[in-house]
């Protein structure tokens, strides 16, 4: 048990120097730029309220867990300790795992699948099962955790094969740009780290944190309205932004109108 909790005892050392800026701190930059998931999970709580009251009070359970990843990955950068690392990866399976169970569109549910309930329930068994063997080679489970946006990316493009509203394609491409930007950043910071060390630029993985968020933002907008179109139709869900949404650039969020007739959609 000492062991799992002392610094340094994680299998996994990213680019920044260690302890170059505080003797308790291993990374600053990776541990303080989750400060991101701070802001953006309260902000999207309150922007995404309406749909939450119209569809179901579920959805205010997937921001408080991103906020609970930000405290797990800046736990496991401050002490790069074994438990650590693994709160980080278990936080964000379950996240995923939140993720599928409230947004993933009812019409790519398996066969064997009757409705969103039994889903979400088969979805939990499956976390629980990938939580227990993620103690067998943590080392591997962050790859197999990017690996799941392989299969969203999927179901994303079966999702806008079906739709015509450009302003749906024009957020699906920035998901997707932000990710690649975001993975990018990860990888780089992984396997390049030689060359980042020579120009004195470590801290590629304290930006991954920043663009995540983002990407997280820009991706559950995307799937919620996926979802209001299937199962909440006649409230008219719609894309805005924040802080404005005049030049559709910031936040994206997804708007309601409750009482209302259906309009063609996705």
Known sequence: MVHILTYQSSEIDWCEGNFQH???????????????????????MYLMHPYARERTWAVHVFWPMLMVVGIFSAYYHMTLSYLGQLLDEISILWILAVGYSIWFPQPHFPNFIKDRRQFASAVSVAACVTTLMSFAKPTVNA?????????????????????????????????????????????????????????????????????????VVHSITLFAYFDAVYEIPQCQPEIQYWPSNRWQFGLPYLAVLANKKPKKSC
């Open 22 to 44: 505080s003797a308790h701190v291993a990374e600053f930059y990776n541990t303080i730029s989750n400060v991101t998931f701070f802001i953006v999970a309260p902000l999207m």
């Open 143 to 215: 790859y197999v955790l990017n690996c799941v946006t392989f299969h969203i990316i999927y179901v994303l493009v079966l999702e806008m094969r079906k739709c015509t509203i450009p302003k749906m394609h024009r957020l699906a491409a920035m998901s997707v740009c932000w990710w690649v930007l975001a993975i990018s950043c990860w990888l780089s910071d992984r396997f390049l780290c030689a060359f980042w060390r020579r120009i004195n630029f470590c801290y590629l993985h304290s930006f991954w944190h920043v663009l995540i968020s983002i990407t």
